[in-house]
């Protein structure tokens, strides 16, 4: 079970990155979305789905693979910023590079500065915390991107 947690908190893998290991799996996030819309044509309502459906298991998953590492927060923990850039990504009014940059962005920003009350989130006690901050992250981005999307910024 140690292996399937690390597995699935590092996004298999994403999180052993040396370089901004949160920032390749906010891309990976981006680039499975993008995968789900132009491949399978799926919308916001599958892109909500699969964040629902991976919500419970990345919080056990953090939980999990932060108890291994002895670290609250480890830097290997990505599946937070994967369902973090997807609630970013509901906000989308169109699908398009210009969007997916967009909420790319937008997500990484509200991640790093982590503005009130998303840093407050972060005092959640073990995965609930390494993930409901970015999940909160997320919504900032998702608000600031459908308002861009409605003034037609991308």
């Known amino acids: 079970m140690n292996r399937l947690a690390v597995a699935l908190a590092t996004w298999f893998g994403c999180g052993y990155f040396p370089w901004g290991p949160g920032t390749i799996g906010a891309l990976a996030g981006v680039l499975i979305a993008a995968a789900m819309h132009w491949y399978f044509d799926a919308g916001r309502l599958a892109l909500l789905a699969a964040t629902l459906i991976l919500l419970l298991p990345a919080i056990w998953a953090s939980t ?4 291994i590492a002895a ?5 290997i923990v990505v599946v ?4 973090g850039q997807w609630t970013t990504l509901l906000g989308a009014t169109v699908f398009n590079w ?5 909420g790319f962005l937008l997500f990484r920003l509200f991640d790093i500065w982590k503005p009130w009350p998303v840093r ?10 390494i993930v ?4 909160a ?3 900032y981005g998702a608000l ?6 409605k003034f037609g910024l991308y």
């Open 132 to 135: 409901a901050d970015d999940l």
């Open 120 to 129: 407050q989130f972060e005092k959640l006690p073990s995965g609930t915390g």
């Open 71 to 75: 670290k609250p927060d480890p830097g």
């Open 98 to 102: 210009r969007a997916l940059l967009a």
């Open 137 to 139: 992250a997320g919504i």
């Open 80 to 83: 937070d910023e994967v369902l």
């Open 64 to 67: 999990r693979t932060a108890r």
């Open 144 to 149: 600031i991107l459908y308002i861009g999307g």
